[in-house]
C-alpha cells in the first residue's frame, strides 16, 4: 500500500520561503509510471493543483503560483520537496502531497493526509 | 483554466438513498475526470477515475458517467461512511482544476 506523509514547519512569517517534504513509502519516485504532485485547500479557494514533479526533475507548475514555486525529487530518500518563496496569508492552507498515475489515463490515485501552513503577518 | 462548476455543494441525505452529484467542465476534458471522497484530517480516496472507471476496493454503489462535458457521481444505498466531502478533478490540461465540492450530510 502506497503511502505519502507531508511534514514541515507549520507556521511561517510573512516573506519567509516555504518548505515542505513529502515521504513516499510502499512506492519508488524512482518509477517512471508516476508524477508526484502538490496541493492545496484553503477556505478562500478550495482545492488548488500546485504543480507536480518527475523522477528525472521534470516540472509543471501552476501559472499562478509560477515564479515562488520550486518542486525537487530526491530518489536517494524516496521524497520530493516544495519550496514557495515570498509567502503571504493567502498562501495559508492545508498543503497535500499525491501521486499521478499515468496509464491510459491520468488520475490522482494515492494523497497523504495534509499539513497544515499559517502564514502570519 | 478550465473551471469544473460542481453542483449542489450541499446535500442532505438518509441511509438508504441515492444521491446524484454533478461536475461540469467550461471545456472539453475528455475523460480525464476522476471523484474522490474526503474525510477530515484523512487522506482524500480515489473513488472514480477516467469518468467512469471504478477503482479496485471501491463498493459498486459508486459509479459515474459522463455526457459531454458533464460528469455525475452517483452512490447508490448510501452507507454511514459514505458522509464526506466529494470533489471532481481534471487532468485533461494544465493546470489542473477540482471542482468546489459537494458536502454531504446525514439528513
Known amino acids: 500500500q502506497v503511502q505519502l506523509q507531508e511534514s514541515g514547519p507549520g507556521l511561517l512569517k510573512a516573506s519567509d520561503t516555504l518548505s515542505l517534504t513529502c515521504s513516499v513509502s510502499g512506492g519508488s519516485v524512482r518509477s517512471s509510471s508516476y508524477y508526484w504532485t502538490w496541493i492545496r485547500q484553503s477556505p478562500g479557494k478550495g482545492l488548488e493543483w500546485i504543480g507536480e514533479i518527475y523522477y528525472s526533475g521534470s516540472t509543471n507548475y501552476n501559472p499562478s503560483l509560477q515564479g515562488r514555486v520550486t518542486m525537487s525529487v530526491d530518489t536517494s530518500k524516496n521524497h520530493f520537496t516544495l519550496k514557495l518563496t515570498a509567502v503571504t496569508a493567502a498562501d495559508t492552507a492545508l498543503y497535500f502531497c499525491?501521486?499521478?498515475?499515468?496509464?491510459?489515463?491520468?488520475?490522482?490515485?494515492?494523497w497523504g493526509q495534509g499539513t497544515p501552513v499559517t502564514v502570519s503577518s | 483554466d478550465i473551471q469544473l462548476t460542481q453542483s449542489p455543494s450541499f446535500l442532505s441525505a438518509s441511509v438508504g438513498d441515492s444521491v446524484a452529484i454533478t461536475c461540469r467542465a467550461s471545456q472539453a476534458v475528455r475523460g480525464f475526470l476522476a471523484w474522490y471522497q474526503h474525510k477530515p484530517g484523512k487522506a482524500p480516496e480515489l473513488l472514480i477515475y477516467?469518468?467512469?472507471i471504478l477503482r479496485s476496493g471501491v463498493p459498486s454503489r459508486f459509479s459515474g458517467l459522463r455526457s459531454g462535458t458533464q460528469f455525475t457521481l452517483t452512490i447508490n444505498n448510501l452507507q454511514p461512511e459514505d458522509f464526506a466531502t466529494y470533489y471532481c478533478?481534471?487532468?485533461?490540461?494544465?493546470?489542473?482544476?477540482f471542482g468546489q465540492g459537494t458536502k454531504l450530510q446525514i439528513k
Open positions: 499525491a501521486r499521478v498515475a499515468m496509464d491510459e489515463m491520468l488520475y490522482i490515485d494515492y
Open positions: 477516467a469518468a467512469s
Open positions: 478533478l481534471q487532468l485533461n490540461e494544465y493546470p489542473y482544476t
